[in-house]
């Protein structure tokens, strides 16, 4: 009965016990009027933008930093239509982007004009050129749709009691919000500090796309992780060959570059393919192994009992792709319907 006394003291915050008659049922009345004293944040407002900025006023945090849009770039990014574009405007992220595309043009340089036109036969050349080469545009597509897609961002300052009513729960059902961001969190969601939002179904923030991976982007970083590998494995296989042919024969007639410089942009490619190669292929394989088993990464890592139903491998390959196998499976230009595949909408956290 002492420690019984001695719980009730603490729930109550009374000390010397005064108030250790107040019942259970009391206590979770004054919790829930509490909690629903802390839902009343802001009004409502349809515009997105015009509801962050009115959240702004209840919240210490700039709420303007948080829509993630292109910077200003002295215009130019309004110049070309994409200044509502999402973009993480991280230092980190944006470095490790630009050193990605620096990697591929130096794979592209290399085997162009080291490996490919060097070489006796036209045929060859032309065949492995166009190969090599649409392997790395379908690579970096998917890279930059990966990095500018919104990948599944809650919106701002959404915690109202308008729509917490208009969610349709049953008596007993709460629903958790994000503090930093004024947002109802759906079941799977997490808060991202480097995109300082609440990302549905987050896998992980990648600093080399400078974006979240999570149900918005997923398809294109898959993509992209397959394609870099296969840019990996193909140029590699292409610089071992064009590497061994030139021992066999004389240095000066299989480069148009001197013998020093020929071997050291041939020994940086394969130490290039080899690195990127068991890279991706791993974030390749851990991506579909999440898609297939319907568990984020941070699922994995937390090892969390799944509160929501889980999909098959099949559905979750659909909701993550399309709805149906094609074409558009491999292409970063086609949108999938994340929709697809769901057993049930989105519910939240019971």
């Known amino acids: 009965m002492s420690g019984e006394s001695e719980t009730m003291q603490r729930l109550t915050g009374d000390r010397d016990g005064s108030h250790s008659s107040l019942t259970i049922e009391g206590l979770r009345a004054q919790h ?27 919240h210490p945090e700039d709420f303007e930093t948080r829509l993630n849009y292109c910077c200003k770039c002295f215009g130019l990014t309004k110049l070309m239509g994409c200044e509502k574009t999402w973009f993480i405007q991280d230092p980190c992220g944006i470095i490790c982007a630009v050193f990605t ?8 340089f290399v085997i162009n004009y080291v490996v490919l036109l060097p070489a006796y036969s036209p045929l060859y050349s032309s065949v ?11 690579g970096a597509a998917s890279h930059a749709k990966c990095m500018m897609s919104d990948p599944g961002a809650v919106p701002l300052g959404n915690a109202t009691n308008d729509n917490i009513a208009s ?8 629903v958790y919000k994000c503090p930093k961001c004024i947002s109802i969190k759906p079941i799977r969601a997490h808060h991202c500090s480097v995109c300082r939002r609440c990302i549905r179904k987050m896998d992980h923030h990648c600093p080399w796309v400078n974006n979240c991976v999570g149900e918005g982007n997923q398809k294109y970083f898959v993509l992209f992780t397959m394609y870099v590998s296969l840019i990996s494995i193909y140029g590699l296989i292409l610089g071992i060959i064009h590497f061994v042919s030139c021992i066999n024969s004389q240095w000066n007639h299989c480069s148009r570059y001197s013998p020093p410089a020929t071997v050291i942009l041939l020994i940086f490619l394969i130490f290039e393919g080899v690195l990127f190669a068991l890279f991706t292929l791993i974030m390749c394989g851990t991506q579909l192994h999440a898609i297939c088993t319907d568990e984020t990464g941070i699922e994995q890592l937390k090892r969390e009992q799944p509160s929501w139903q889980k999909k098959s491998s099949w559905l979750a390959l659909k909701a993550t792709f399309g709805s149906k196998f094609s074409m558009g499976w491999f292409s970063p230009f086609s949108t999938p319907n994340f929709h697809s595949g769901k057993v049930t909408p989105y519910q939240y956290i019971v």
Do not use: C, R, W
Request: charged share 15%.
């Open 167 to 174: 969610l349709g729960l049953k008596v007993g059902q709460v």
């Open 32 to 58: 829930k009027q509490q909690e629903q004293t802390n839902m009343q944040l802001v009004p409502v407002h349809p515009d997105m933008e015009q509801k962050a900025k009115v959240a702004k006023s209840y």
């Open 128 to 138: 492995n050129m166009v190969i090599f080469n649409t392997l790395i545009f379908l």
């Open 101 to 108: 595309y620096l990697l591929l043009l130096y794979g592209v």
